[in-house]
């Protein structure tokens, strides 16, 4: 029985070009516009557009910093974002 291997083991699992990020922020835009109707309706097409845009704008990990100085997201180890100092 062969199993086949990715060519790059750290590549993400695509779907139509979308990235996994993406393909959550498609799919819970698509469930919102879905149970709202509405205007909403074009939340799966703009919503996407614009994080897909902003992503490729700035560095990588850009997305997840701003959730940690927003409070969304912790990181574990680390000092909190306002800290000026930090000794090990």
């Not at 590549?11 to 149970?35: G, K, N, R, W």
């Not at 700035?58 to 959730?67: A, D, L, T």
């Not at 409070?71 to 180890?77: Q, T």
């Amino acid at each position: 029985m062969k199993k086949r291997f990715p060519q790059y083991l750290t590549q993400p699992f695509m779907i139509l070009s979308f990235e996994p990020d993406e393909q959550m922020i498609t799919l819970t835009c698509v469930v919102v516009a879905l149970t709202v109707w509405g205007w909403a309706v074009l939340l799966p097409f703009t919503v996407p557009y614009l994080y897909v845009k902003t992503k490729k704008k700035y560095p990588r990990g850009f997305i997840k910093h701003v959730f940690y100085i927003l409070g969304f997201v912790r990181f574990d180890g680390y000092p909190t974002f306002h800290e000026r100092e930090f000794l090990e």
